[in-house]
């Protein structure tokens, strides 16, 4: 099976977003609104929750997989890249995690 990353999903969620609406579940989502995309994703959450605490390996990576959809569609309902979020983490990366907690404390 050929990779498939999180990248090429942002630049397919891109390219959908871009596209007009009726044949497009992304653009759907992102007509309707920032607060409609953070309620799906909501919802995946929970799924993806409910998944693991079921024990259910196949389950957990299907609801992972829909989760990971829509964050990057509420990324882009919001304006935020995935590169914006990657380079977040990379800078949490220079220090330990409880570091870069107590720093985010202080903000």
């Not at 990353?5 to 959908?16: E, F, S």
């Not at 994703?41 to 693991?52: L, N, Q, R, W």
């Not at 990576?61 to 990971?68: P, V």
């Amino acid at each position: 099976m050929p990779r498939f990353t999180i990248h090429d999903l942002a630049a397919t969620i891109d390219a959908r977003a871009a596209s007009g609406g009726d044949a497009s579940y992304t653009r759907k989502l992102l007509d309707k609104g920032s607060g409609h995309c953070a309620k799906k994703f909501g919802e995946e959450a929970v799924e993806t929750v409910i998944a693991a605490i079921e024990n259910d390996r196949h389950h957990l990576i299907a609801e992972g997989a829909d989760l990971m959809f829509h964050f990057l569609v509420l990324l882009k309902a919001r304006g935020v890249t995935f590169e914006d979020i990657e380079f977040a983490l990379a800078q949490r990366t220079t220090m330990s995690g409880l570091e870069e907690k107590a720093a985010r404390n202080r903000e």
